[in-house]
């Protein structure tokens, strides 16, 4: 008797908890990313299912993500909007995220634009998709790829460039003449995700710290490189931008000051 209330208690704290539904056809990979899952978002109940039509199961539920693998399928797919209109019907509070095995362009604005909060391209490391995940589950936008037309679809949030430097210069990367010494080890940690063109809530998930710690951290480099944004920072520690240049193509970038 004692060990059924206990059993009773644990069902009903799990059935209190927010959930993450992962939908997924593939019985082996549904299963390894389930245990991911489970491992790293343990504040939410993780359920899974092989199609939307599982989705009946949890209509009561406290749904905060849909996370829907689409295979090769790319996101026009007449299944794919099917599948999406379904989601958005039956999990009204519920975030969209795509799993793709296709990592264009063409598919993540293709997405994007059909209002999914985070694509994630079977391509990605691990620790990328749950810091983008967790991302999402913040009320951010996730996506690796740079999407220009992204800042005129309404409603989305501004993108980031996944290569910063790459649009101030012609020069090889390898060459570039970093210096360190001035940048505490977590420093060059930011400096390394700024670089990837990523946002402060993804920074601040990537490296376990706080988004008011990431802007800290962000401020101090910027006074370090004498830079005015973020932007400029990177390309002067990269050793493309000339500490006199600060009239140069780092104004025109669309990355906000911190």
Not at 103 to 114: F, G, K, N, P, Y
Not at 199 to 209: C, E, G, Q, S, V
Request: hydrophobic letters at 40%; one cysteine or more; glycine letters at 6%.
């Amino acid at each position: 008797m004692h060990d059924q209330v206990h059993s009773a208690e644990r069902l009903n704290e799990s059935l209190q908890l927010p959930v993450l539904a992962l939908i997924e056809p593939i019985t082996l990979t549904r299963t390894s990313i389930l245990s991911i899952l489970r491992r790293e978002l343990a504040s939410l109940e993780i359920v899974d299912m092989a199609t939307t039509q599982g989705l009946d199961c949890v209509p009561t539920r406290d749904v905060r993500l849909v996370a829907l693998s689409i295979g090769d399928k790319p996101p026009d797919d007449r299944t794919v909007e099917d599948d999406l209109a379904l989601i958005a019907e039956g999990c009204l509070n519920a975030s969209i995220a795509l799993i793709s095995n296709r990592d264009d362009e063409a598919t993540a604005l293709a997405a994007m634009q059909r209002g999914v909060r985070g694509f994630f391209p079977t391509s990605l490391p691990i620790e990328v998709a749950v810091a983008g995940l967790r991302l999402v589950l913040a009320g951010g936008v996730y996506r690796p790829l740079p999407v220009i037309e992204l800042s005129k679809a309404p409603g989305l949030d501004q993108s980031y460039p996944r290569a910063l430097a790459s649009a101030y210069s012609n020069g090889d990367r390898s060459s570039a003449d970093r210096n360190t010494t001035d940048f505490t080890p977590r420093e060059q940690q930011v400096l390394t995700e700024l670089e990837l063109g990523l946002p402060n809530k993804l920074i601040a998930a990537k490296l376990n710290l706080s988004e008011n710690t990431v802007k800290m951290h962000i401020q101090h480099i910027m006074r370090k490189c004498a830079a005015r944004n973020r932007t400029e920072a990177v390309l002067r520690w990269s050793g493309r931008l000339s500490a006199h240049g600060r009239d140069t193509d780092a104004n025109a970038s669309s990355i906000p000051e911190v």
